[in-house]
Nanobody
Framework: QVQLVESGGGLVQAGGSLRLSCAASGRTFSNYNMGWFRQAPGKEREFVAGISRSGGGTYYGDPVNGRFTISRDNAKNTVYLQMNNLKPEDTALYYC?????????????????WGQGTQVTVSS
């Protein structure tokens, strides 16, 4: 079992920045590919960003590419999502997820463990 706890969400004006954190516990963090997803009311859960076990590979969804940066610190068992130039359409509940199998995947069904989520609200 892997437990994931997100933090860092909040209310920010358009153009602002937030940094989300996801702290993992339970099993060896570096064995897992990690992803960030988001879900807005009435919409499907959407891939935001993913990072490979070592941190050497990073991947982004089209809506956030160039604005968000995913990173991880395996010594601290934590994955981060730096979000810059936020837009109202970024408003959603943000989840981190862990995947034991190889490769970062964009489909949320491929992930084994999920956090409870942290709310991000961007005002115009």
């Amino acid at each position: 079992q892997v437990q994931l706890v997100e933090s860092g969400g909040g209310l920010v004006q358009a153009g602002g920045s937030l940094r989300l954190s996801c702290a993992a516990s339970g099993r060896t963090f570096s064995n897992y590919n990690m992803g960030w997803f988001r879900q807005a009311p009435g919409k499907e859960r959407e891939f935001v960003a993913g990072i490979s076990r070592s941190g050497g590979g990073t991947y982004y969804g089209d809506p956030v590419n160039g604005r968000f940066t995913i990173s991880r610190d395996n010594a601290k068992n934590t994955v981060y999502l730096q979000m810059n130039n936020l837009k109202p359409e970024d408003t959603a509940l943000y989840y981190c997820a862990a995947r034991a199998s190889d490769y970062v995947r964009h489909d949320y069904g491929a992930y084994d463990y999920w956090g409870q989520g942290t709310q991000v609200t961007v005002s115009s």
